[in-house]
């Protein structure tokens, strides 16, 4: 069966660091793009980065030159780095993982930034 399992989240100070990993199971990893997702109460579901089967990553925004994706494929994980924390990074933060017509999400770890 197809699995992501995220962990890592927890509560930081602002101006924190946090490292956030997804194991996946039961898909050909290295031929999936991997993507970092994260939904804050009464928001919809924000992108944050992606890392293609090809080595090149993406960034939104909010997060560029705070956040890094990267991943493993012998280990099957993706990972991502969180630097200089803020307040409005607070959420759920998410793996996805795509190819094709394939589309899977894992569970969710909570991250909270907070004094």
């Known amino acids: 069966q197809v699995q992501l399992v995220e962990s890592g989240g927890g509560l930081v100070q602002p101006g924190g660091s946090l490292k956030l990993s997804c194991a996946a199971s039961?898909?050909?990893?290295?031929?999936?793009?991997m993507s970092w997702y994260r939904q804050a109460p009464g928001k919809e579901r924000e992108f944050l980065a992606n890392?293609?089967?090809?080595?090149?990553?993406n960034y939104a925004d909010s997060v560029k030159g705070r956040f890094t994706i990267s991943r493993d494929n012998a280990k099957n994980m993706v990972y991502l780095q969180m630097n200089s924390l803020k307040p409005e990074d607070t959420a759920v933060y998410y793996c996805?993982?795509?190819?094709?017509?394939?589309?899977?999400w894992g569970q969710g770890t909570q991250v909270t930034v907070s004094s």
């Open positions: 890392s293609h089967n090809t080595g090149s990553t």
């Open positions: 039961g898909i050909a990893f290295r031929v999936f793009k």
């Open positions: 996805n993982a795509v190819s094709g017509w394939n589309d899977f």
